[in-house]
């Protein structure tokens, strides 16, 4: 039995589902239509590009929690699953998750994607655990601030270290299965890393360090 991690966005699921969220809040008419847009883009451009500034995309991305309240939030969230999750869960995704559960592995969504979003996601494919970029709250309301370490890039190394040492687990046998060069620092820590549908930066560097490479989209 060993740990078996999956990054969630584009890989588990053929979107990205914080880019997702933000066209939704577009589509509820929740944010500036101009400014939100425009900046959505530029943000995931970024990301794809290996260049994102977390700390401004998640001023941006948490403003919204903060701006509305639980209930809104979390009647937008059913809409949300209903309209821009449920029909992009892949079903290979589900079959990989699937056999490492009867393996009997631990299994662990880590994503940079904030937890409002994505821990409704983890429930709905049976995933117990996940690291996600973890918004504050006080008082029953966010903040628009973040708690802790972002999960992105180094910081999913460093906060996997944390849930190990609580978990009292360790890496050993451990598999990661990412789509992005940006989760390379963790790629490179697993005995198991796995390219799924990678971008063409991750592409090139699974296939000269001959790590698996693999499609759940076909």
């Known amino acids: 039995m060993s740990l078996a991690i999956f990054d969630l966005d584009n890989t588990l699921l053929s979107i990205d589902s914080d880019h997702a969220w933000g066209e939704f809040l577009l589509?509820?008419?929740?944010?500036?239509p101009i400014a939100y847009r425009e900046a959505n883009e530029r943000f995931l451009a970024d990301y794809n590009a290996g260049t994102l500034d977390m700390a401004a995309f998640?001023?941006?991305?948490?403003?919204?929690l903060a701006e509305n309240t639980p209930e809104q939030l979390a009647a937008w969230h059913q809409?949300?699953?209903?309209s821009k999750i449920e029909p992009n869960i892949l079903p290979k995704a589900e079959e990989l998750l699937a056999r490492h559960r009867t393996k009997g592995?631990?299994?662990?969504?880590?994503?940079?994607?904030?937890?409002?979003?994505?821990?409704?996601?983890?429930?709905?494919?049976?995933?117990?655990?996940?690291?996600?970029?973890?918004p504050e709250m006080v008082d029953?309301?966010?903040?628009?601030?973040?708690?802790?370490?972002?999960?992105?890039?180094e910081g999913k190394v460093t906060r996997l270290q944390q849930w190990l040492e609580n978990q009292e687990l360790t890496m050993d046998g451990?598999?990661?299965?990412?789509?992005?060069?940006?989760?390379?620092?963790?790629l490179e820590q697993v005995?198991?890393?796995?390219?799924?549908?990678?971008?063409?930066?991750?592409?090139?560097?699974?296939?000269?360090r001959h790590w698996r490479i693999m499609s759940l989209r076909d």
Do not use: C
């Not at 998640?58 to 919204?64: N, Q, S, V, W």
């Not at 029953?140 to 890039?153: A, D, F, H, N």
């Not at 598999?175 to 390379?184: G, M, V």
């Open 140 to 153: 029953g309301r966010y903040t628009g601030r973040v708690s802790g370490i972002p999960s992105y890039r």
């Open 191 to 208: 005995e198991h890393p796995v390219a799924v549908d990678p971008d063409d930066t991750l592409r090139q560097i699974a296939e000269e």
């Open 58 to 64: 998640l001023e941006m991305a948490l403003k919204p």
């Open 27 to 32: 589509e509820q008419g929740a944010v500036d």
């Open 79 to 82: 809409q949300f699953m209903a």
């Open 105 to 134: 592995d631990t299994l662990l969504i880590i994503t940079a994607t904030n937890r409002f979003i994505t821990a409704p996601i983890a429930e709905r494919l049976g995933v117990d655990y996940l690291i996600a970029v973890d």
């Open 174 to 186: 451990a598999w990661f299965y990412s789509d992005s060069h940006n989760d390379l620092p963790l």
